[in-house]
């Protein structure tokens, strides 16, 4: 860690996110310009809140081209694992709350989501395709261990012999092995553990709550071992930070049992970017203006990209570099391995059962 010294007093510990963004949506929000005025601290280090939410519907389509169509669920919005770079920040926005703090402390748990599960996959022209768990905050996020609504979904989801696809950096996953067995046996399941870092002091203040990286290594060995296909994600990718990574992170789950590996780079779209600079100034400000820069360089100039194709890969020379390090990386330590396919034909059409 780089941080200054005299900044240590001022800063979260346990949160990724330093400020509270102002949210397009609201007319009104709280500012320092006249940080005189003030007689104590505007922020205070936050303590997790838990709103319930009702929705009418639990499966999500993805129409974005480079997703190819795919379908998530979220039991939960915002998410205490407190990632500085995620893009689910910005959905916090359409809650009324901040993308910072608000995010990773105000918690919004969707307790009917196992119902509305069922009720989905039950309709008669419901066609069984993969559903990614979770496409936007962490499934097994800690609220999880509390509320149990992954593990639910999951019951649904084997009860009907339905593929789900799971991507976590939790090690709470390993609660439900015996379900995920069970789709296991039936190619109904892929598990894609995301491993951003091996750095212990880089993952304490990127991902400030989440499992260190030795451990997701054991989660990954731990689901290999009990027959449950497992790869993983090393993402994002930021240029100056963790790129270098690639390789020892890609040997290391190879040498865990994971079957497959892919990547992102980092994208810093809305308001990401200015809790992104915000958290890169406190805590690397000797590489500050490289990092930023590299970033920018990936995205045509800037650190936010919504172009189809190039904001995931990135572009320029530094995207080849990531790219040429990853795609050695992987030839080199995946080789023969894959994923299995799903097999959709043990769907239970309709279905016979119902769990509620």
């Not at 609201?26 to 809140?49: C, F, M, R, S």
């Not at 990574?245 to 980092?266: D, F, Q, W, Y």
């Not at 172009?307 to 040429?324: D, P, V």
Request: aromatic share 8%.
């Amino acid at each position: 860690m780089e941080m200054e010294e005299e900044k240590r007093d001022e800063y979260f510990k346990g949160r990724g996110a330093q400020i509270k963004t102002s949210n397009k949506f609201l007319k009104n929000e709280y500012v320092t310009d006249h940080i005189e005025g003030l007689d104590e601290p505007l922020l205070d280090a936050p303590q997790t809140q838990i709103f319930l939410e009702s929705p009418k519907k639990i499966i999500n389509k993805i129409e974005s081209p480079d997703l190819h169509g795919m379908y998530s669920m979220n039991p939960y919005q915002g998410c205490e694992h407190g990632c500085i770079y995620c893009y689910a920040r910005n959905t916090h926005e359409y809650y009324g709350f901040s993308a910072g703090l608000d995010f990773e402390s105000k918690i919004i748990v969707k307790k009917n989501a196992p119902e509305l599960l069922e009720k989905a996959i039950l309709h008669p022209k419901w066609q069984p395709v993969p559903i990614m768990l979770s496409g936007n905050t962490d499934c097994y996020q800690p609220q999880e261990r509390k509320f149990q609504i992954t593990r639910k979904m999951l019951q649904v989801l084997a009860r009907y012999r339905h593929p789900v696809g799971i991507i976590s950096k939790n090690s709470l996953v390993t609660r439900d092995i015996d379900v995920l067995q069970d789709l296991a046996k039936d190619n109904l399941v892929h598990v894609m553990i995301s491993i951003t870092t091996l750095n212990e002091d880089l993952r304490r203040a990127m991902e400030p709550r989440t499992a260190s990286g030795l451990k997701r290594l054991k989660v990954v060995e731990e689901l290999s071992k009990a027959n449950i296909p497992v790869g993983i994600m090393n993402a994002p990718l930021i240029p100056g930070l963790n790129h270098h990574e690639i390789p020892a992170i890609l040997k290391a789950a190879s040498e865990h049992g994971a079957l497959t590996a892919g990547m992102t780079v980092v994208r810093l779209n809305g308001s990401i970017g200015k809790i992104f600079e915000d958290w890169l100034r406190k805590n690397f400000p000797d590489r500050f203006d490289k990092v930023w820069n590299q970033i920018c360089a990936l995205h045509g100039g800037n650190v936010n990209d919504s172009q189809f194709g190039r904001r995931m890969s990135g572009e320029g020379m530094y995207a080849e570099i990531i790219q040429q390090l990853f795609t050695a990386a992987k030839k080199k330590y995946f080789t023969g391995r894959k994923m299995p396919e799903y097999d959709l034909t043990k769907f239970r059409f309709k279905g016979n059962l119902s769990l509620f």
